[in-house]
């Protein structure tokens, strides 16, 4: 079995805190950005406009919902078939033949 470095361990850990913390940070941050330029919106916009807006919103975060990491697995699939066919692209020519 493999040790693992202790120190490797805690660092990894620390990191994943800052990473949580932040995103938290962001979280927090912009839900009161939205909840502090709410009358704003509404003085500009009116509230026909500020209705658009919050229907667009919601359709985003439908979407984003219904999205259920197929972007992702995606991404994977198009990045493995690639790598295939780049494999079998390199592995058709002679190994001293240049196509540079």
Do not use: H, Q, W
Not at 54 to 66: H, P
């Amino acid at each position: 079995m493999s040790s693992v470095d202790p120190i490797v361990v805690i660092a990894n850990r620390r990191r994943l805190f800052i990473n949580m913390l932040s995103g938290t940070g962001c979280l927090i941050i912009s839900a009161a950005l939205a909840f502090l330029l709410m009358p704003f919106y509404l003085r500009y916009l009116g509230a026909i406009g500020f209705g658009v807006i919050g229907l667009i919103a919601i359709l985003m975060g439908f979407t984003a919902i219904m999205d259920l990491g197929l972007t992702a697995s995606v991404n994977r699939k198009i990045a493995r078939v690639l790598t295939r066919l780049i494999r079998l692209r390199t592995e058709s020519f002679p190994p001293d033949f240049n196509y540079y």
